[in-house]
C-alpha cells in the first residue's frame, strides 16, 4: 500500500439533550470536543498537532469562518481552514480532504461541523437567545461556494421555498411512474420510516430513539402535522438538534508511523459525485436522477463490487424521495436495511453535516464487520448534486480512487426552459398541497407546456386541493393563467 493512502483513522459523535441553553455547548464547542473525542478514539492526541487543514460545512448559526475557531482551541495556529457554504455538497468535503492525503500536500485533516438548534429552540421559547462566540469578520484560507442557485423565482412565486415543497414534488412524479395509488405511496413511505425508527432505537448515538408506528408517521395529527402533501412531519429530517461529528483522515504512512492500530483503519475505497445544477422544475423527468445512476454505477465498478453486495447502507435520507430515487437509480430491491442511523428524521439530521455522522457509525460498523463495504449517500439542495462514498476496513486494490461524473450527468440530463408567463392548457408534471398549520393552503404544481417548455403554477381553489388530496393528479390538464391554475374547460 502506498504511504499517502489516505485512510480514516478517529470518528466521534456529540448529542445534548440539555434543558439548560445556558449551559449547553454552542456548534463550534461541540466541533472541538468531536475532534478531540476522534483523536482518542485513534488512540493519538497527537493527530490534532499535526493538522493542516480543517475542513467545515455551513450551519445555522453566525461564525464566518468556524474552522480557525476550532483551530485556536485546538492550539493548531498552522492549520488551513476551509468553508463550504450551503450548496456545496458534504462529499465534495470529504473528497478534498482524501484528494488532499492521496496528492502528498497533507498528511492530516480535521472534518468537523455541528448544530445547537435545539439549543437555540429552547432559548427562544423562553424568549431569550442563545449566546455564540462571535465572528463575523475573519475570513477562511479556502471558501467554497456552488456554481448556481438551488431554485428560481418561477418556483418561488407560487410559494415553493422549503425543500419539503420541492421534494413532495418530485414525488409524486416518481409515484406516477411507479403506478402507485397516492394510498399504496403513504403505506410505502410509513413502512420506510417506521424501521428506520426502529434501527434508531439501536443506534447510541440517535436523536430520537423512540419506535413509532407505520400508521402514526403516514397520517397528518395534531402531533404529526402535514407539512406538504404527502409527507408529513415525521417524514422530514429533524433539524432541530444538537449533534456534531468529527473525522480524522490521515495517510497510511502517518498512521503506522504514529503507531495507530491498524484494525481501526477505515479506508475511502471509491467516491464519485456529481456537481451538475437544475433548479427542480426545469428537470424533464422529475422522478428521476441521473446523477445517482451515474455515480453509483462508477463507484461500484471501481470498488468491484454490486450494490446488493451491501449490507451497510446509508441512503440519504432528508425526505422520503431522496431514499426512492436512489433505489430506483441504484436498481436495488429494497430489501434490507437502508440506514445504519436511523435516517435524518430519527438519527438526527443536523443541517448541513449528516453525513459526517452517518460516516462515524458506518466507521463503527465496519470495525466490528471486517468484512462488509459499506455505502454513504450524499444528497445537496433539491436533490441538486449527489455523491456516493464506498468505505471498508480492507483498502481497494487499486488504492482510493474518486471519480467526478458532473459532466457525463450533464449530458445526460434533459433540461427544459422554465417560463413564468403563460396562458392556456397544461400538463402536471408533479405537485403538492402546501399546508399552513393543520389546514391545507395551496396546490402547487409544475407544468408540462407546448414544445418542451415548463411552468410552474398554484391554485387555492378548494376543490382542486380537495382532488390534489385524495387522487392521483400528474397527467391530467389544467388552464393555466397568470401563475394560477384552474379546472380546464
Known sequence: MDDNTPVLVGVAAFQQHNPDFNEALEPVAIMERVLREAAADAGCP??????????????????????????????????????????????TLLTRACQRIADRELDVVLVTGAEAKYRSLLASKAGEQSSETPQSDAQPDVKLVPEEELWSEVESATGLGMPVGFYAIMDSALRYQQGLSPDEHREQMGAMYQRFSEIAAANPDAWSRDPVDARFISEASAGNRMLAFPYTKLHNSQWNVDQGAGLILCSAGLAAELGIDPTRWIYPRAF???????????RKDLGRCAGFRIAGE?????????????????????????VRSQLQEFGMSGEGDLSVTGAMTFGGGPVNNFV??????????????????????????????QGVALWAAQPNPDGWVFDDVTEQVRKASDVCDLVADYTGEAIVAGYTVLYQGMEPWRAVAVLDLPGSIRSVAYSEDPAIIESMLSEECCGRTYFVDAGVFSLAG
Not at 493527530?47 to 485546538?74: F, K, N, T
Open 272 to 282: 464519485a459525485e456529481s456537481n451538475f445544477m437544475s433548479v427542480v422544475s426545469s
Open 356 to 385: 459526517f455522522q452517518a460516516t462515524v457509525r458506518m466507521a463503527q460498523l465496519l470495525r466490528e464487520n471486517p468484512e462488509e463495504v459499506g455505502l454513504v449517500t450524499t444528497v445537496s439542495g433539491m436533490l441538486t448534486k
Open 298 to 322: 462508477t463507484a461500484m465498478s471501481r470498488a468491484g463490487v454490486s450494490f446488493e453486495d451491501i449490507r451497510l447502507r446509508e441512503l440519504y435520507s432528508c425526505f422520503p424521495f431522496a
Open 46 to 91: 497527537e493527530l490534532l498537532q499535526r493538522a493542516g487543514e480543517i475542513i467545515v460545512p455551513r450551519g445555522m448559526w453566525g461564525y464566518s469562518d468556524p474552522g480557525r475557531l476550532v483551530a485556536q482551541a485546538l492550539d493548531v495556529p498552522s492549520a488551513k481552514t476551509v468553508f463550504a457554504e450551503f450548496g456545496v455538497s458534504q462529499q
